[in-house]
């Protein structure tokens, strides 16, 4: 396939990515020989030695998502019906029990064993604050925090802090928590000074932590306002450095961390982060390689967009890290295949081009993730046909399709073709957004009581016994997935 003269000078300007890196410290733990900085266009230790960051996301833990962990809509649409259905002390039981056994000695360890040195651990702000108490830090929040940095530490695995949901939502969708089609962080300063004081809070907490490789500002952002990002990117900046001047700072282009036109200057102590998702490698992708709409994929493809989303960075020449990138699996033999060949050529531009990166994701129900839950546990005896039901009505805009609903959108997206043939709304249009609003929102939230009646009648031992379903031990390998994540096959 033949490609535009920007790949080419592109490619020219990442020569100088072609260096030596490390995998992970290998000082005591806790030394601060191991806080990271940046130098140039490399992560390094304080000792000089070239740091390579690669590993997983904790998506699922502190902060939750639909397909994760197997429910409808956003996670705290999910967590009122389920306080709801239980009532205060048997949700408190499941949750804090959930959360405890998510990530253990056995889930560092086996991290640890594939030879990759980083966890990302996405969080939510209202895991650390109540709505009606804001600017109220829940200490406990705090320590389901510094249990997971912990045992990464003593696994020599450094850990990002990733604030994955900001009040009011830094994007149009669920993965900010968002019940809504409204980024609200954008349009209310309220939402705005809450977000700068909890990274306050985090940065006093954690800016003596050496396996703390830093600080994920805002993940994937989306600013309709085409305004207010980058202002709002320095704002953080400037109150965390105040406090902490020793993290590195990851910051994510706009558009869901693809765009960085609105970046005018580069920053001290900062490795800026695409999000680099195959677009062949989404659950309705075509034959890789092959055709997904109307464009042809293959290795070249995802190298030139790859190095596209990242032109901004080999300007500059400042270190990247990809902080999220992956397919999805399908249970298809055959496409199954495909997706795999999409990992590693993923893969091995990354290599060729000495960047740091994190696949999304570590666990989840057997979308995408390294680890799945077995058939057997409590949590999938009461949720399986849920989930079939869920995945039936389309109702998870991450790994399903509208194949069985096609009746309801048909006729909706060819009245808005003739009605409002220039409706073009943010982010993606009128289709998606068609889809956000009936699968994603009004399908989704009226399934949560049916999800939480599953947990209605549920005694205080059967619901740890199905919180405890997400313990290590609980999960199967996808065993080809570690394969190519350790390089055993390329």
Known sequence: MKHTKIFLLLAL???????????????????????LKVSGDQIVNQKGDTICLRGF????????ENFIDGYPANEQTMRDGLLQAMGEKKYNLYFDTFIKSYFTEPDAQYIHSLGLNLVRIPINYRLFEDDMNPGVYKETAFAYLDKVIELCAKNQIYTIIDFHALPGAQNQHWHSDNPTHVASLWLYKDFQDRAVHLWEAIAKRYKNQ???AGYDLINEPADHTGKMLLPYYKRLKD?????????????????????????????????????????????NGGDYPGYTGKRYYDKDTLEYDYLKK???????????????????????????????QILKD??????????????????DMGLQAIMHQKENTPYMKLVSKFLARKDSLGADAWGSSDKNIRQVLLPLEQMFDKEFPSYNPYPKGSRSQINLMVRHILISEALVPEYSNLFKNLSEEQIKAVAESFRFENYVKRDRLEKILTRKEK
């Open 239 to 283: 109150a965390i450095r105040k406090i902490d001047n020793n993290h590195i700072l990851f910051i994510e282009g706009d558009k869901y961390a693809a765009d960085f036109s609105p970046f005018t200057e580069v920053w001290d102590n900062v490795v800026y982060t695409n999000h680099d998702y195959a677009v062949p490698g989404f659950i």
């Open 210 to 212: 050496s396996w703390v």
């Open 346 to 363: 993923q893969l091995a531009y990354y290599d060729k081009y000495k960047v740091s990166w994190c696949i999304w994701l570590y666990k």
């Open 13 to 35: 300007q990442v020569v100088f990515l072609f260096s030596s890196c490390s995998k992970a410290g290998k000082n005591e733990i806790g030394s601060a020989e191991n806080m």
């Open 310 to 340: 990242s032109e901004f960075m080999y300007k500059h020449k400042v270190p990247i890290w990809v902080g999220e990138f992956g397919p999805v699996y399908t249970g298809d033999p055959k496409k199954d295949e495909m997706r795999y």
């Open 57 to 64: 996301g904790l998506g699922g833990m502190l902060h939750m």
